[in-house]
């Protein structure tokens, strides 16, 4: 195997077991933020501003890891690889009782190999990608989002409840008009300086407030004429993970 080749394995290598980290910094998303949810109550009334912070971060981070994840699967279907570093016995027995039952089995992995070889060199084209897209840089970058964005929120919500109590139906309209362009103006001009990219600001802003308007008014009733106020904050930033997901494949 020449130089060359050596480095492509390596670099296919690290690229497959990017999947196998991403399901595990998911699995440990999710754990931080059910810790923070059960109790949630108690940790927003010891410290007003630690916990929304803490809070954005932790739901910013997993709408990130979700994000990086569909893209590696769309981009590098390898799904064998993954299942057999998750579960190495399972594979294993496979693996064994396929040799057992098949007399042909060393053409047919020879073939195999040929087939892998032939695949990832179709693959080629989306490494960059991969690369680009799945990096703690990106994690970094949406984590210090999410607790900008986690702070104003609850800065904000609790403005509209103290300032309109009773008052559900101004508290929406407030919402959706001046909170929710604010805060694609604020995410906007985030990633522009992160990125060093100011090019094309209004049109982004005008996007991004187009799409979000498919979720946040649903989410702004639901929060102001159903929740109770200590919920409505935690019940935004789970609904920020889904539309993260949406901004972190817009940014990508």
């Keep these: 195997m020449s130089d060359l080749e050596k480095q492509q394995q390596e670099k296919k290598d690290e690229i497959d077991t990017q999947g196998e980290k991403l399901i595990y910094a998911i699995a440990l998303e999710i754990f931080c933020i059910s810790l923070i949810y059960t109790h949630y109550p108690m940790l927003d009334f010891k410290n007003k501003y630690l916990t929304p912070l803490i809070t954005g971060t932790l739901t910013s981070l997993l709408g990130q890891s979700i994000t990086q994840f569909c893209i590696w699967v ?82 904000w919500i609790d403005f509209l409840l103290t300032s309109f109590p009773e008052r559900p139906l101004i508290c929406v309209l407030l919402d959706q008009t001046i909170g929710n362009i604010t805060m694609q103006i604020i995410y906007v001009v985030f990633v522009g300086i992160w990125d060093g990219n100011y090019n094309g600001w209004i049109h982004l802003i005008w996007k991004l407030t187009k799409v979000s308007y498919l979720i946040w008014p649903w989410v702004s009733v639901l929060s102001f004429t159903v929740l109770n106020s200590e919920w409505i904050f935690p019940f935004n930033c789970l609904v920020g993970t889904a539309f993260g997901v949406i901004l972190g494949f817009h940014n990508n």
């Design 74 to 155: 769309k981009c590098n279907d390898n799904w064998s690889f993954l299942l057999s570093r998750l579960f190495p016995k399972i594979s294993n027995d496979n693996s064994n009782s396929k040799s057992c039952n098949n007399g042909n089995g060393n053409d047919k992995d020879n073939n195999n190999d040929n087939d892998n070889d032939n695949n990832y060199r179709d693959k080629q084209s989306h490494l960059h990608v991969i690369e680009r897209v799945i990096s703690a840089e990106e994690h970094f970058k949406f984590g210090c989002w999410g607790a900008l964005s986690g702070l104003c929120t609850s800065i």
